[in-house]
DNA sequence: CGGTATCCTATGGGATACTG
DNA sequence: CAGTATCCCATAGGATACCG
């Protein structure tokens, strides 16, 4: 491989290889959400690092702001075809999860390395 | 989905999706590699930082410390199963982003959302 | 609801020098 | 080569309160 500066994984990494930004992305793979239901899923996240995630995967193009009402004030965030096409690695991690990361499955123990 | 904190998904995104965890991993995926050989190819990434990283990933069952020879002192990194079976990700990473972050592709002009 | 503002702390991480 | 130690700084990010 050469230096990484021009490798796509590489690229790719470094734009979506965030654990906040894979997360929103994560969210909004199953549908629009609004701000507060995001922010109730993240667990921890607090609003102010959502805010400037949502922002930041705006300005990459991997999700759009829609305001769906003005009265009462409603704003839904989806993804763009550019974070669409990142569904399939979150599938992939989802299958490298299931077999790897929880708990309670049939590999964990059995095929553990 | 649930609230996330049994989502494989998002176990899997707080277990790799760590820039400096996905970047050791992606130069480990050709094969096995020393300390300094991986620091030059990070760029920007200082050895304490690379060590950390290398640490992290030891502790995750990702990659495995192999001392090759004594005299001189070689060591080597490579990919456990379980970091292995991540190569799918990395794959999908690559067609990612070589559709949507590449200058120069076919897509970036014509499919840009 | 959908955020912004402020405060504050932890810690991630670069640069560099050094050790076995 | 394979790291560790130290220093030092930026900034990510939680908690909380508040605004339109």
Known sequence: MDKGETCPIVEA???V??????L????????????NEMLRMAGTMSPK???????RLQEKGIIVRNIVSTQ??????SLTQKGMDLKIVLNDLKAWGSKWLMSSN????????
């Open 13 to 15: 990494i470094r734009e």
């Open 17 to 22: 290889g965030n654990e906040n930004d894979l």
């Open 24 to 35: 929103v992305i994560r969210f909004l793979s199953d549908g629009s959400l609004g701000f």
């Open 49 to 55: 690092t959502l805010s400037n995630t949502l922002k």
């Open 72 to 77: 009462p004030f409603r704003v839904v965030y």
């Open 106 to 113: 049939p590999y964990s123990l059995t095929d553990n390395r």
